[in-house]
């Protein structure tokens, strides 16, 4: 029977910290930082990133997003962002190359604005001693998720009150163009269940970290 990870409560600035002492030697270390969405996965990582400069990149889960063209061919647009919306074969694949460090690595991101992925945005130089990648389904358990898994050395799960959350997430969908009753309508819709899914494998991370209020994204 698994047991459930340690739960700590740190600042983001502590969190920052604890990620920099994982640079310990000449390796390169993949951490992922999960959670359902609106957890701050994002505001983590980069806080991370601005902390540790060029010792660190970000690489996004986002940017597998399929093409929106393509969920309209296999009719998965209205729940884009559920785990077969992305191509975790792709991003398994290619956090197997970052492991490998012997060349520079190009990542996609997402761009909210134009709601797809970008290819090839985010060069990682064969240097830079610490990967993090952030996104929601990195503790999944089928598909090619655990391949995904396999390749992290550590993953933080960020657990957010869910209220914090869907407020977050309906400002954000309201930022990029949808309706206030809209942005609610696909929260309650698309995201919370996504979510429920989410905390349901929260046990199999290494870490749960709860935010402190005071720096709360």
Not at 136 to 163: C, H, I, K, M, Q
Request: aromatic content about 6%; some cysteine; glycine content about 6%.
């Amino acid at each position: 029977m698994r047991t459930s990870p340690p739960t700590v409560s740190l600042t983001l600035d502590q969190l920052a910290s604890r990620a920099a002492s994982l640079i310990a030697d000449n390796r390169r270390y993949i951490l992922g930082i999960a959670g359902a969405p609106g957890a701050g996965k994002s505001t983590a990582s980069q806080t991370i990133a601005r902390k540790l400069g060029s010792r660190c990149a970000i690489v996004e889960m986002d940017g597998f997003h399929l093409a929106n063209r393509e969920l309209d061919r296999l009719g998965r647009r209205d729940r884009k962002g559920a785990p077969d919306t992305f191509d975790a074969d792709g991003y398994a694949a290619l956090l197997r190359r970052l492991r490998m460090q012997d060349s520079t690595i190009y990542a996609p991101i997402f761009d909210r604005e134009i709601d797809e992925s970008v290819g090839s945005a985010v060069p990682v130089d064969p240097e830079t001693p610490l990967i993090v990648t952030e996104g929601n389904y990195l503790l999944f358990e089928t598909g090619a998720w655990p391949d995904v898994r396999a390749s992290l050395d550590a993953v933080w799960y960020l657990d957010v009150p869910e209220e914090t959350r869907t407020e977050r997430l309906v400002t954000r969908h309201s930022r990029f163009g949808r309706s206030s009753e809209a942005a609610a309508a696909w929260v309650h819709t698309v995201d919370q269940p996504n979510a429920v899914a989410i905390e349901a494998v929260r046990v199999r991370a290494d870490l749960i970290v709860r935010i402190e209020p005071s720096e709360r994204p």
